[in-house]
C-alpha cells in the first residue's frame, strides 16, 4: 500500500489561491478515479477536483472557508501499490461573480468529455453512486437546487461522470413524476437557530460590497422618465422582429442610450484606481449587466456596446444570461465592465440606490414600469412611468455632471427615434 498525495491545482492563470468551499468526502470514504473530491473558488469561478486514483482518504488539508494556495498539499489518498503525489486536474467550472441584475436562474457547466476508460467504468461508477450509505455526486450548484426544491439526491439517477448527478437527472426525476418532499407546516412554535458560514460566492460578494461602500463616496441620482413612446416602439418592432432575432426588453435601449451619452460624457465610462491615483477613461463601452443567479450576484458583460444594434445587444444579453444559467460563462465574460446597470424587473420598485462595481465610477439602476396619471397642461393623462436610480462616484463625477448625464438618457427614451440617429 501507498500514500498518494493531491496538490491544489493551478485553477487558472494569476491565481496563486482559492477558497475551499465544499468537500465531497471525509476521511476514510472509499474514493474512485474521476470521483469529485472538493469544490474550489475563485474570484471568478468555481472548480470541482476530481481525484486522478483509486484508493480511501487518509486526511483532508483544509476546511471549508479556507483558503488554499496552489501546488499546497490538500488531500491524502491511501492506493495499492506505489504512492506519489499530482495536482489534481480541475474538472469543471461554474459561474461567480462581481455584481447585480435581471433574475435568472442556475445551471452547471457542460461535463467534461468523457474518455474511453471513463466510459467503461461509468456503468458501474454510476451504480455505486446511488448506495444509500454513500453521498451523492453532484455540484454545488446540483446541490443547492435540489435542497431548496425539497429533493433527496439518493433518490436520484446520475448520468454525468462517475455517477455525478446534473441539472438534466433532476429534470428526469421531476418529469417523471417524482415529488420533492414537504414538510407539514403547523403553528407550533419554532427555536432553532441555523448558523450559516459566509463562504464561496457570498463571501466574495460580501468583499465586494464592502470595498465598493467603503472607498466610493456614492452619490445617488433618481429622475422620472417616461416610456409611453418607448414602449410602444418596442412592441412594434418585437411585433415584427425576424424568427432568428431576441424579443427586445427594455435594456437593449438603455443600452444604446448610455453610449450615446457616455460618448458626450466620457468621463462616467471610467474607472478608477484610487491606489494610484488615476482615473482610465474608457473609448470602448463595455456594459456589466448586473445578474441575480439562484448562486449568487453576477454581472456578465456585454464588450463594445457602441458597435452593436440594438437586436445585437439583446442577443447578446440573452447568450449571457444564459452563460451564467448554465456555469459556461468565460472568465473575460464576467470582468472587464466599464460601466453597469442593474434591473430588479418588475420586482424593481420605485427608487433604489445601487451600489458602484469597483473600479468603475457610475451604475444606472432600472425601477419598475407604472402606468400613472400625468398631468399635460390640461388634464391627467395614463402614462407609463419608470424611475432611473443612479449612482456615480463623487470622487470623480461631480452633481452636475451626474445630472446631465441623466438627463441625457432621459431625452433619449422619452424620444427613443434618438437612439437610432448616427451622430
Known amino acids: 500500500m501507498g500514500e498518494f498525495v493531491i496538490k491544489m491545482p493551478d485553477v487558472g492563470e494569476g491565481v496563486a489561491e482559492a477558497e475551499l468551499v465544499e468537500w465531497h468526502v471525509k476521511p476514510g470514504d472509499p474514493v474512485r478515479e474521476d470521483m469529485v473530491l472538493a469544490a474550489v473558488m475563485t474570484d471568478k469561478a468555481t472548480v470541482e477536483i476530481p481525484s486522478p486514483v483509486t484508493g480511501t482518504v487518509l486526511w483532508l488539508g483544509a476546511e471549508i472557508g479556507d483558503t488554499v494556495a496552489v501546488k499546497a498539499p490538500l488531500v491524502r ?6 504512492g506519489g503525489e499530482a495536482a489534481a486536474v480541475p474538472m469543471s467550472e461554474t459561474v461567480t461573480i462581481e455584481t447585480a441584475e435581471q433574475p435568472v436562474e442556475k445551471a452547471e457547466s457542460p461535463p467534461p468529455v468523457e474518455t474511453k476508460k471513463s466510459l467503461q467504468a461509468a456503468p458501474v461508477a454510476r451504480a455505486a453512486a446511488q448506495t444509500p450509505a454513500e453521498r451523492p455526486l453532484a455540484s454545488p450548484a446540483v446541490r443547492l437546487r435540489a435542497q431548496e426544491g425539497g429533493i433527496d439526491l439518493r433518490q436520484v439517477t446520475g448520468t454525468g461522470p462517475a455517477g455525478r448527478i446534473t441539472h438534466d437527472d433532476l429534470d428526469q426525476f421531476l418529469a417523471r413524476g417524482a415529488q420533492p418532499s414537504i414538510m407539514p407546516v403547523g403553528l407550533a412554535r419554532k427555536t432553532t437557530v441555523e448558523e450559516i458560514k459566509v463562504t464561496g460566492l457570498r463571501r466574495r460578494i460580501s468583499e465586494k460590497m464592502v470595498l465598493a461602500t ?50 458626450e460624457q466620457p468621463g462616467v465610462n471610467a474607472t ?15 456594459i456589466g449587466i448586473a445578474t441575480q443567479t439562484p448562486a449568487g450576484l453576477t454581472v456578465p458583460v456585454v464588450r463594445h456596446a457602441e458597435a452593436r444594434g440594438i437586436w445585437d445587444c439583446a ?62 397642461g390640461s388634464q391627467f393623462i395614463p402614462r407609463k412611468m419608470m424611475n432611473l436610480s443612479s449612482s456615480f462616484d463623487h470622487r470623480v463625477v461631480d452633481g452636475w455632471d451626474a445630472a446631465t448625464f441623466v438627463q441625457r438618457i432621459k431625452t433619449l427614451l422619452e424620444t427613443p427615434a434618438l437612439i437610432f440617429i448616427e451622430s
Open 77 to 82: 489518498i491511501q492506493v495499492a501499490g506505489e
Open 315 to 376: 442577443g447578446e444579453l440573452v447568450r449571457l444570461a444564459e452563460a451564467a444559467r448554465t456555469g459556461s460563462a468565460l472568465r473575460e465574460e464576467l470582468s472587464g465592465s466599464t460601466i453597469t446597470i442593474t434591473s430588479l424587473g418588475a420586482m424593481g420598485g420605485i427608487a433604489t440606490t445601487p451600489i458602484i462595481n469597483h473600479p468603475e465610477v457610475a451604475i444606472v439602476g432600472v425601477n419598475k414600469i407604472m402606468t400613472r396619471p400625468v398631468w399635460d
Open 214 to 263: 467603503s472607498r466610493i463616496p456614492h452619490i445617488t441620482y433618481v429622475e422620472e422618465i417616461d416610456v409611453t413612446d418607448l414602449e410602444d416602439l418596442r412592441a412594434t418592432m418585437n411585433a415584427s422582429r425576424k424568427p432568428d432575432q431576441t424579443k427586445l426588453t427594455i435594456l437593449p435601449f438603455l443600452m444604446r442610450a448610455l453610449v450615446k451619452t457616455v460618448g
Open 272 to 286: 478608477f484606481d484610487d491606489d494610484a491615483g488615476i482615473i482610465s477613461r474608457h473609448g470602448a463601452v463595455h
